[in-house]
Structures are given as C-alpha cells and as structure tokens.
C-alpha cells in the first residue's frame, strides 16, 4: 500500500508559513485510492487551522482514531466533529477513565479528556471500543492493548488515577496505529505511555513482522528515567528501521540525544512534517 502520512499538531512546527504549535499530537493518514484516517487531533486549538493551512480536507476523515485518553490527543475531537460532520471514532474502551498529573507539590491537574462521551456523541461521534489488535481499515491496523513486558520501562510516575496520588495511572488504554506498506510497517505512537519497546514487541506479535520502515509519534521518553531512554537506545540499536521520527511527549532533550545516538534515523516529526511511501 502507497501512503502519506503527515503531521498535523506537534509542539513544535516546521517551515510551512502559518502553522501553529501545541503540546499535543495528531497525524493524517492519507493511503493512495483510500479515505483517510485521522490518528489523534491535538488539544483543539491548531488540529483544524493547521488542516487548512496544509490544504488537508477533514471533511473526507471518515476514521478518528484516538490513541489514549489524554486532553492533548482527544480535545480536537469536538471542534472537528463540529465543523467537519460526524466521524466514527475508534479507541480503547478505557479512554474515558478520570487521569490526573500529580506534581511532586501535590499540585494535580485534571488531563483526561476534556469532553464527555455524550456531548461527544451529540456531536456526531460513533465510538467503536475495544481494547484488542484489530484492522480498522484495509492495511491500517491498531495495536490493542499493549502488554508491559520489559524489566526497564516504568513509564511516567507523575500519571494518577486521582487527586489523592494513591493510585498510578498505567494508561492501559495506550495504543498505536500500525500501517502496512510496500518497504516495511510504518508505526504512529500517541504519547506511547506502554514504552517504545513494549510496543514495538506487541507489533511483531501480533503482526508476525519486523520489518520496520519507520516509527513516528510521541515516544514519552522525555518524562521517563534516564535508566529507561539509555536501555531503550540499547535496544533500538538493535532493531532495523530506517526513521525513527519522533516528537511531541519525546521533548527536546531526549530528541537531542536521539539525534546524536541514532544520526542516520533519527528526525524531529513537527507539523508539516511529511512521509509519503
Ligand atoms: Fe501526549
Ligand atoms: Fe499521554
């Protein structure tokens, strides 16, 4: 399958004039003689403006996917649904789970999703849950649930359940969105709260593949352990793939690392930034 995958919202934007920045994440999956599928659409305030500056038509998105519950993945569904007409809307069935960032001060805010399924679905969202590997659309995949299995990916402390701080939030409902092409799969991460290489192992598995052609998204190795990125850099040295093109939750410091460990690979995935297979 031929395929365009370009990157919609990011935190950081590159040369296309008019663009905008946002922490959070969505990318427009555009397969040659197929609809295209929306993966994830920011926190609302640049998904549709940076579409229409890049000429993307959001009216044709006929497929969401929304890759966890976190505010900055999910609150450009509502101003999507409104201006562009019902979509249905593929995600696990726990994205609607209360989550809280509790700092180290005990200061917590609330960064689930910023709308509630109701008003989602009065605006036209047909919700399609489900927490399994299954296909959504011919060669376009979604992981399911990813199981945790590496000794070293511990992922972000600071996610609760609650205010309290009682209980940590794993982000079970994490998933990625994997895109079969004709040089090798091509993987789009949310914020990968699973861990990199949980998911790229649950790709394998359930795909019976390994040949990665390219991994794009947020890596969340920007608020993981120094302990988790270095054994993650181990393990992606030994893994082929031709980009590793990461982005949002990966931030600048883990991104400059990359860069520096993995030249040949590694590039920042900011809005505009485009591959076509
Ligand atoms: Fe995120
Ligand atoms: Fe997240």
Redesign the pocket.
Known sequence: MSVRVTILCDNSVGPISGTLGEHGFAALVEPEGGEPVLFDTGQGFTLLHNARRMGKDLTRVGKVVLS?G?F??TGGLLPLLTECGGKAVYAHEGIFAPRHRVKDTGECYP?GIPHERAVLEAAGALFDLSGSYREIAPGIALTGEVPRVTPFESGDRGLYCDCSGQEHDT?PD?QSLVIETEKGLVILL??C?AGLINTLEHVAYVTGRRDIYAVIG?S?LGFCSREQFDRTVEVLRGMVMRKLALSH?TGFAASARLSREMPKEFQAAMVGYTLEI
């Open positions: 966890h976190h900055d993945h960064i982000t994490d949310g914020c709260h947020g969340h939750c």
